[in-house]
């Protein structure tokens, strides 16, 4: 008997309590992932102390194991053109996305019979292939910004049969030629929403995203649309992303933007803040801090564990345009010594947005939301909408 395409993600998935609605899951026993694989994909790997992907080719045993399991798989780095060396990859821009993920994204959307949805980030095309099954080609439109990308999956797709509008452009315009839809959902992760997505969503209508603001990664925002053109959702859980590509930063160090050994124009000062907490890792703070100091970058030195200083770090805050701030923690200290250099205090911007956070009564990520206004405004919030926080 031949087995059923998509058996073993099904599989996979179901096992975890990953797969949960129908619907779904007979669409995802009906699409053979390994058909949305590319010649080579791209494996993390560490060489000379660096974190490259290096290529590997789509016949690799590893590869065809890991096709059926409930992992992403990275299928272009930097746009197509490796920029490592020996022909390994730096940024991973394209992917085939963690299955779990993927019917996360879709389950979350929460889509009716006849409803149209606008993807965003077509990427393989796999995930477009589910909506095709659920929705039917003729109600699904995806957007895909890399031409090869996009022309991959309309081979691909066209092979298995689907047919769906793949658009080659930028998803931040939407398609406004081809709306309004029901649902907008983005493989890809946004920072800032742009506004044209909520434009051709109707009322009532949901926007399922990996939104964050991009001082940690990614969490999937679902948020629905209402009569005034806003769009009010919560955040649910991990969804690390790659960025819009016009949202992306280059890879870089703080050493590109700290110049600790030339004090000339810093500020020394001391805080009673402890500098540790910038890079506090609960996901809440990591949301809230970066929404209230926006383009915040955070780096923590440890002190090596076998030395005196073990238990001390430096930690240091930058925001890639100017504006600098170091914190020197010691166990022993309960006022610290501060280094800042820039238009902005960091510093204090941080000890504000801890202040915020703290009277709130320190909201995990689960009690937090968001609200996105058309304008593009973004609002974060505690429990409901009208609890926005602020500085
Ligand atoms: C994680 S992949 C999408 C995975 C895909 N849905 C799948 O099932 O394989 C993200 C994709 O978004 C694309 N992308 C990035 N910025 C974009 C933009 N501004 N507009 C449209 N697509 C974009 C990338 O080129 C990449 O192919």
Partial sequence: MTEVPGAHVARALTAKGELLDPAWHRAVLAVPREAFIPDTVWVRT???????????????????RWIHQDYALMTQVDDGEPAGPDGTG????????????VVAMLQALDVADGERVLEIGTGTGYNLALLCERLGDDRVVSIEVDPGVAEQARRTLGELGYKPVILTGDGASGAPDHGPFDHVLATVGAKRLPPAWLEQVRPGGRVVVPWGPGFTSAALLRLVTDEGGRAHGRLLQDAAFMWLREQRRTVDSWRDH???DAPAGTTAGTTTLNPRVAADPDPGWGVVVGHLVPELVAHVAEAAADTEAAGEATVRLY???GSWAIGEYSPADTSYEVLRSGPRDLW???ASARAVWEAAGRPGRDRLGVTVHPDGRQEVWVDAPENVLGV
């Fill in 46 to 64: 560490r060489r000379a102390g660096h974190t490259v992907f290096a290529p590997y080719p789509r016949t690799d045993s590893d590869v065809s």
């Fill in 348 to 350: 204090a911007e941080v």
């Fill in 258 to 260: 700290i110049d600790e």
């Fill in 319 to 321: 925001d890639r345009a």
């Fill in 90 to 101: 730096i940024v991973p821009t394209s992917s085939l996305s963690q299955p779990s993920l």
